[in-house]
C-alpha cells in the first residue's frame, strides 16, 4: 500500500485559519489534532466526542 504524501497545504480562513493539506492523491485532509483545537481550543481530546449524535443534531436538518 502506497503512503499518500502532502503536495500542498494552507489554511482554511473561515474556519480560524484551521490548517488544511491536499495530498497527491487528490484528497483535502485536516490533522485531527488542528480539528480539535479549531473545536475546543486545545489540541488533545477525543475528536470521535464531538461528532457524536447528541452534539450534532441541532446543526442537522430536520
Known sequence: MKIPKVISSGVLEVFNDLPCYVLDDGQRVF????????????????FGNYLAVSNIIKYLPD
Open 31 to 46: 490533522k485531527l489534532s488542528n480539528l480539535t483545537k479549531a473545536l475546543r481550543g486545545k489540541e488533545h481530546g477525543k
